[in-house]
Nanobody
Framework: QVHLVESGGGLVQTGGSLRLSCAAS????????MDWFRQAPGKEREFVAA????????YYGDSVKGRFTISRDNAKNTVYLQMNNLEPEDTAVYYC?????????????????WGQGTQVTVSS
């Protein structure tokens, strides 16, 4: 069992930045690939970014490439999402997830652990 808690969400103006954190507890964090997903009102959950346990492979959704950066600190059991040049279209609840079987960019795959989410709102 892995328990995930996101933080760092909030309200920001267009062009601003936020850094989300996801603190993990429970089973050994460093064994898991970690992901960020987001869900806007009325829309399906969307893949944002993923990072392998050793940070050797990183993946981004097309809509955030070049603006968002995922990283992790296994010593702190924490994964981060640095979000720059934010746009109103980035407004969503952001969720981190732990994948025990490696990176999986599908939002609907089973077997992963989810955090409770943190709201990010970008005003125009």
């Amino acid at each position: 069992q892995v328990h995930l808690v996101e933080s760092g969400g909030g309200l920001v103006q267009t062009g601003g930045s936020l850094r989300l954190s996801c603190a993990a507890s429970g089973r050994t964090f460093s064994f898991y690939a970690m992901d960020w997903f987001r869900q806007a009102p009325g829309k399906e959950r969307e893949f944002v970014a993923a990072i392998t346990w050793g940070s050797d492979n990183i993946y981004y959704g097309d809509s955030v490439k070049g603006r968002f950066t995922i990283s992790r600190d296994n010593a702190k059991n924490t994964v981060y999402l640095q979000m720059n040049n934010l746009e109103p279209e980035d407004t969503a609840v952001y969720y981190c997830a732990a994948d025990p079987w490696g990176v999986d960019t599908s939002p609907t795959s089973g077997g992963r652990y989810w955090g409770q989410g943190t709201q990010v709102t970008v005003s125009s």
